[in-house]
C-alpha cells in the first residue's frame, strides 16, 4: 500500500480510533528498524515519543522476539556465515538498546523533547525512526487560545519537517479521532482526525485505520505519489501482520491486546531494558523557529500490511 514502507524524509500520520493498534503499529515499526541490511532491513535505531504512557516494555518485547525468530529462520534457510553471525547478534537485549524512548507529560514536554531532539540524533546518527504517540494527546483539551495552540502545533509540524529532512529519517505520528457535527443539510456526524483540517497539512502521508465488522483495515486516504488503497491486517501475539486470504473471516487471530505466556527472559524484563531518555522539565520559553520544504520518513512496515520485497521487514503471517 505505501510502496515499500514509510519514506524517508517525509511525516506518516496514521489515525484510528482506540483499539485498532496504533501503539502496536508503532512497536512493530521501532522493531523494524533495528532489522539489519543483510535481512532487509536498515540497521537502525529508533526514538518513541510517549505521551500518553502507552509505552509498555512487555508487549515491545513480544514484538521483538519474535522479529528475532522470523531472522533466525532466515539465517539457518541461508549458507552465508555473515547472515548466521548478524543473526547471533541480533538479540532481544540488542534490539531493546536501539529503541529509545522519552516520556512527555504535557505539549511543554514536548516542545521541549523537540528542540533537544537534533542534538540526541546526531549523536546517534544511525536513528531511522522517529514516533510520537499520539500527537493529539496534549492538545485535545486544556487550551483556552486556540490561537496559542495552532502556533505550537505550527512550530511541532516545522521541527518534525526539519527533522526528517535533514536527518532523512521517518516521523510516524499516530492521532485519535474526533465527531465532526454538520448541522447543515441534515448530515450525519462523523468521524474525523483529530487537529483540525490545517493540521492534516503537516503531513506527507495519511492511513486511516478503522472497523468493517470484526476485521481491521487501513486506509491510504493522502499520499502524493500512490494511489488510494485499502488493506486488511491483523494485530497478533508477534505484532501486526497480513490477513492471511486462506482465513477468510477468522477473527481467531485478531488479539485486542497482548496477553499470555512469554518466555522467561521476557517476564524477566521491565521498563529499564529499553534506554530510558533524560526528560527535559524545563519549561521552554522559545518555540523552534526552522522554515524548511516538506518532506517526510520512511521505514519499513505498514507494508507488512502488504509484503515488500524486504522479507525481513515484512514477517510471514502467523499460521
Not at 541480533?90 to 512527555?104: E, G, K, N, Q, V
Request: aromatic share 6%; proline share 5%.
Amino acid at each position: 500500500m505505501l510502496g515499500g514502507g514509510l519514506p524517508l524524509g517525509k511525516i506518516t500520520e496514521v489515525c484510528g480510533a482506540p483499539g485498532l493498534g496504533k501503539t502496536q503499529l508503532s512497536f512493530q515499526l521501532c522493531v523494524d528498524a533495528c532489522i539489519p541490511e543483510a535481512f532487509g532491513g536498515v540497521t537502525g535505531e529508533a526514538v518513541y515519543i510517549d505521551t500518553e504512557g502507552s509505552f509498555v516494555v512487555h508487549r515491545l518485547a513480544e514484538i521483538a522476539q519474535a522479529a528475532k525468530q522470523h531472522i533466525d529462520g532466515l539465517a539457518e534457510a541461508s549458507d552465508d556465515p555473515e547472515m548466521w553471525r548478524l543473526a547471533s547478534e541480533f538479540t532481544l537485549d540488542h534490539i531493546l538498546s536501539r529503541i529509545h524512548c522519552y516520556r512527555s507529560h504535557s505539549y511543554l514536554d514536548l516542545v521541549a523533547i523537540m528542540n533537544v531532539l537534533p542534538e540526541f540524533i546526531k549523536a546517534h546518527p544511525q536513528v531511522k525512526l522517529v514516533v510520537i504517540d499520539s500527537i493529539a494527546a496534549h492538545f485535545r483539551h486544556g487550551f483556552e487560545c486556540m490561537s496559542l495552540r495552532n502556533r505550537i502545533l505550527g512550530g511541532l509540524s516545522q521541527s518534525l519537517i526539519m527533522i526528517a529532512t535533514r536527518f532523512k529519517l521517518a516521523v510516524l505520528l499516530t492521532n485519535q479521532m474526533t465527531t465532526r457535527v454538520n448541522h447543515k443539510f441534515g448530515k450525519p456526524a462523523q468521524l474525523v482526525p483529530a487537529l483540525g483540517d490545517s493540521w492534516g497539512h503537516s503531513c506527507t502521508l495519511r492511513v486511516i485505520l478503522h472497523w468493517n465488522g470484526s476485521r481491521r483495515f487501513a486506509s491510504l486516504v493522502k499520499s502524493p505519489s500512490l494511489k488510494e488503497d485499502v488493506v486488511s491486517y491483523q494485530i497478533t501475539r508477534s505484532g501486526v501482520r497480513d490477513v492471511d486470504p486462506s482465513l477468510g473471516n477468522s477473527d481467531a487471530l485478531n488479539v485486542a491486546s497482548s496477553q499470555g505466556d512469554v518466555s522467561s527472559h521476557l517476564e524477566d524484563l521491565d521498563n529499564d531494558d529499553v534506554t530510558q531518555l533524560d526528560e527535559p522539565w524545563e519549561e521552554e520559553e522559545e518555540r523552534l523557529n526552522m522554515v524548511s520544504t516538506s518532506v517526510v520518513p520512511s521505514g519499513h512496515m505498514l507494508d507488512g500490511i502488504r509484503r515488500s520485497k524486504r522479507p525481513c521487514l515484512s514477517p510471514p503471517s502467523e499460521q
